[in-house]
């Protein structure tokens, strides 16, 4: 493919005449072959056809997982909104005086993993504020009680901004700081802080925060001490096509080294309550295609997921053939982007769930955190084989 990418992420080809790039980037994904930056360009350009992309991202997609679409049933927790940092892009966060500012008690924090268990959660997604009062002991603290006291829940913590937080904290290492936490009942992390690694944009949304660089060490380290990560990616803000396809490869690149990454989720901007707030949200079209070249782009990730929380219902349905083979959770009490405008539900059921999986033709399959099949009864739930993707 005779092309090349200027710096501004504008590309200039140069093919032979007659050559259509749809066609060498189809017989590429057919012959299961990488694709490029240039390819990732074109394929995010709103003259390539939507519909034939998502052809494409779907033959990746059946690839890999069949015909099976993946949910759990999960609760978040944010335990403080309160935060040092004030991105640009952030609605949750608040002002230690702010009305709205709140700190969780260990009473409050165990009621929610009472909660979570009464409901037959297999995982608790755990992130929040980073709070310049609150020691690093509470953080680790935290999850020591919840693990002692629901063994059974999957705690799926700290994002890499988290964990950079805790190195300024601790002036300890990231490895260090990982085992520790794993040690007191972490069992793997999310893929939060990521937004958009380049730094012509995360200088103007999140300027103080872990940067490209260290969030991928972070996640890193996670893998090489056996702890399962996922990675978002949120676009529809400041960021063009350039700098999605650059964040896309960087999340490649180190997917190749470790293995360790399991989901990535493309994140929708809801500008609402935020800095940014002059901003329109990211169109359906958008979101799809969007989900269509992260999975072209991200051929060695066996799973992205279609966050209903931010994508909305039936545009996270419909991204069920558009590359997306998961469609997150139950999601109790979830806040941060609810906070930022989301108007989707605060909580689905698991028939509203398959329901949603069975009208995009899918067959609904629960999983754990680890993409373990869960098997339920009337009462009681275990872990079953490990749901394997091809790759």
């Not at 060498?24 to 034939?52: C, F, H, Q, W």
């Not at 040092?84 to 709205?100: E, G, W």
């Not at 999975?295 to 931010?310: E, G, S």
């Not at 982007?337 to 999986?357: F, K, M, N, W």
């Amino acid at each position: 493919m005779d092309q090349t990418t200027q710096d501004d992420g504008t590309r200039r080809d140069h093919r032979t005449i007659g050559q259509h790039p749809f066609d060498e980037i189809r017989a590429k994904v057919i012959a299961g072959e990488r694709l490029t930056m240039d390819d990732g360009l074109y394929l995010s350009e709103p003259t390539t056809p939507l519909g034939a992309v998502g052809e494409l991202a779907n033959l990746v997609r059946e690839r890999k997982n069949g015909h099976h679409a993946y949910y759990n049933i999960n609760t978040h927790l944010n335990p403080t909104n309160v935060c040092v940092y004030r991105c640009t892009f952030c609605a949750f966060r608040s002002d230690l005086r702010d009305p709205k500012g709140y700190v969780m008690s260990d009473e409050q924090i165990l009621a929610r993993g009472q909660e979570a268990v009464d409901n037959g959660c297999t995982e608790m997604h755990i992130v929040g504020g980073l709070h310049h009062q609150k020691p690093y002991d509470w953080y680790v603290h935290l999850i020591r009680i919840l693990h002692e006291a629901y063994p059974q829940l999957h705690l799926k913590a700290w994002t890499a901004v988290e964990i950079n937080w805790f190195e300024f904290l601790t002036k300890r290492s990231v490895r260090d700081i990982l085992q520790e936490m794993i040690d007191a009942g972490l069992g793997s992390m999310p893929g939060g802080g990521a937004e958009i690694f380049h730094p012509q944009i995360r200088d103007q949304i999140c300027e103080h925060k872990a940067d490209a660089s260290h969030w991928l060490m972070i996640h890193r380290t996670a893998h090489e001490l056996g702890l399962k990560t996922n990675a978002t990616m949120l676009y529809g803000h400041l960021e063009n096509a350039y700098h999605r396809v650059d964040h896309l490869l960087r999340l490649r690149e180190l997917q190749d080294a470790t293995g360790g990454f399991q989901t990535f989720i493309p994140l929708a901007f809801h500008p609402e309550n935020t800095g940014l707030a002059h901003l329109s949200k990211p169109s359906a079209v958008m979101d799809l295609r969007t989900m269509a070249v992260s999975r072209l782009m991200l051929d060695n990730f066996p799973h992205l997921k279609a966050y209903w929380i931010m994508m909305g219902l039936g545009t996270a349905q419909a991204a069920l053939a558009y590359g997306a083979d998961d469609i997150d959770g139950t999601v109790r009490h979830e806040l941060i982007y609810h906070d930022a405008g989301a108007t989707t539900p605060e909580v689905l059921s698991v028939e509203q769930l398959r329901r949603l999986i069975q009208e995009a033709g899918r067959e609904p399959m629960e999983r754990d955190t680890l993409y373990r099949a869960v098997c339920r009864d009337d009462q009681h739930w275990q872990i079953g084989e490990p749901i394997t993707a091809k790759h």
